[in-house]
């Protein structure tokens, strides 16, 4: 696609339901990473991906976060039994090559854990 | 641990003046730099980077960036803000290459006409 497509856009949970968050990267990207951004701070580096393999994961909070990019394209976050601290905005990003020269964002996805 | 630091929460410029923003890092190899810009409702966008040689570096939208490894200082700057400009301003060090960010927690511009 043009641009790093995520959805949902928007998600209300309620505490200790799943969420998944969907990432489809530009087309071609071979890097694919996961931030996750709280109000009035600067994203937060939570993992990344070389095409479909997982290169670092030290940033996931615990293990009730996972993430996977099978194919090497479409990526998911998934949040397992989410509390309300897991409120933000999570954000998805992609580059051509690895090292990252430049990182493409998209819009973000913005979880609310009531 | 690296870490960075923007010590200007909020910045206030009238349109057609000069502008500079701090940031400072903590890293203890030579760094990867990156200012990312993100306007409301939008993903972040690479203004501009930093990995080697000439340490003053110029970006999109006219924005440059000069690299000071003795002040451990990459402060953005750019001479004439446009009202376009107003936008919340993220200073990034990289790790492994740039493929891990460490970010700060940003400044937001407001221009006043």
């Known amino acids: 696609g043009a641009g790093v497509s995520q959805s949902p856009r928007y998600k209300v949970t309620k505490r200790g339901q799943d969420v998944a968050l969907r990432c489809d990267p530009i087309?071609?990207?071979?890097?694919l990473y996961w931030y996750r951004q709280a109000l009035g701070q600067g994203p937060e580096f939570l993992t990344y991906?070389?095409?479909?393999?997982?290169?670092?994961k030290s940033g996931l909070p615990n293990d009730r976060f996972s993430a996977e990019r099978p194919e090497g394209s479409i990526s998911t976050l998934t949040i397992q039994r989410t509390e309300q601290r897991d409120s933000a905005m999570y954000r998805c990003?992609?580059?051509?090559?690895?090292?990252?020269?430049?990182?493409?964002f998209g819009e973000g996805s913005r979880l609310t854990v009531l | 641990a690296q870490s960075v630091t923007q010590p200007d929460i909020h910045i206030t410029v009238s349109e057609g003046a000069s502008l500079e923003l701090r940031c400072n890092y903590s890293?203890?190899?030579?760094?990867?730099l990156f200012w990312y810009v993100q306007s409301p409702g939008q993903g972040l966008q690479l203004l501009l980077k930093?990995?080697?040689?000439?340490?003053l570096v110029q970006g999109i939208k006219g924005f440059e960036a000069e690299f000071k490894r003795s002040q451990s200082s990459f402060n953005l700057r750019k001479p004439s803000v446009h009202w376009s400009d107003a936008a919340e301003y993220f200073c990034?060090?990289?790790?492994?290459?740039?493929?891990?960010?460490?970010f700060g927690t940003g400044t937001q511009l407001k221009v006043e006409l």
């Open positions: 087309s071609g990207h071979v890097s």
């Open positions: 990034a060090v990289g790790e492994g290459g740039g493929n891990k960010l460490t």
């Open positions: 890293y203890g190899a030579t760094p990867y």
């Open positions: 930093y990995f080697s040689g000439d340490t």
């Open positions: 990003a992609s580059s051509r090559t690895s090292p990252a020269g430049e990182l493409f």
């Open positions: 991906f070389n095409y479909e393999a997982q290169q670092d």
